[in-house]
């Protein structure tokens, strides 16, 4: 079982593309996904709201989570949230195990 927690990131004045930006350029981000049990950890632009910054975070299990909660990249992070200002929404997903049903394959082209 995987859990997939989307966290909407906005600010104002271009913030949460910074934000996101100095993730990338710290080498912040690229730390967290060598993490034990990160799966994905990825930033989207949602465009019809140019002030949010979607990040799609994935992990192995619960405990991964924690371990990256207790590491220092979370002081990091916390840090440039509060630099941008950032007000965040999150969504948690925990993964379908059966995967895509028959009936819904045929609509995806590969």
Known sequence: MNI????YYTGTDGSARKF????????????IRREEGNL??????????PE???LIDCWKDQEAIDRHHASPMMEMI???RE?????????????DEA???EADSRFIKE
Request: net charge negative.
């Open 4 to 7: 997939i927690v989307n966290i």
């Open 20 to 31: 996101a930006e100095e993730m990338e350029s710290s080498g912040t981000a690229a730390k």
């Open 40 to 49: 994905r950890y990825e930033y989207f632009f949602p465009m019809a709201d």
């Open 52 to 54: 949010t910054v979607l």
């Open 78 to 80: 916390a840090k440039l």
């Open 83 to 95: 630099k941008y200002d950032l007000h965040m929404r999150v969504e948690r997903y925990v993964s």
């Open 99 to 101: 995967g895509v049903p």
